[in-house]
Nanobody, 121 residues
Framework: GQLVESGGGLVQAGGSLRLSCEASRSVVEINTMAWYRQAPGNQRELVASITRKVITQYAESVKDRFTISRDNAKLTMQLQMSSLEPEDTAIYYC????????????????WGQGTQVTVSS
């Protein structure tokens, strides 16, 4: 895949986790990157996004608890999650608009395979 997430796991309420997303070496440029999540029985929802110029947006439910960041040189993105709540339990997905070296004029949207985050009460 073009995007690979890591860093999920099980944590107690009030704890912290840091998710990472790394793009493959075939990627030459990434525009907007984002984290989405999907809990069982729910639709996938946007958690946070970050543009190439580091303009960020957050869902109201995670503001002041989560921080999104990226490293354009390393083609990576992170999500620092603090004060986790059981309601944050979900599969977290990395999403990005990116260009690959063999077709640099074409920008396509990709998803990672997801990483499970479970918050126990």
């Amino acid at each position: 895949g073009q995007l690979v997430e890591s860093g999920g796991g099980l944590v107690q309420a009030g704890g912290s986790l840091r998710l990472s997303c790394e793009a493959s070496r075939s990627v030459v440029e990434i525009n907007t990157m984002a984290w989405y999540r999907q809990a069982p029985g729910n639709q996938r929802e946007l958690v946070a996004s970050i543009t190439r110029k580091v303009i960020t947006q957050y869902a109201e439910s995670v503001k002041d608890r989560f921080t999104i960041s990226r490293d354009n040189a390393k083609l990576t993105m992170q999500l620092q999650m603090s004060s986790l709540e059981p309601e944050d339990t979900a599969i977290y997905y990395c999403n990005a608009d990116l260009r690959r070296y063999w077709d640099p004029l074409k920008e396509s949207n990709y998803w990672g395979q997801g990483t499970q985050v479970t918050v126990s009460s």
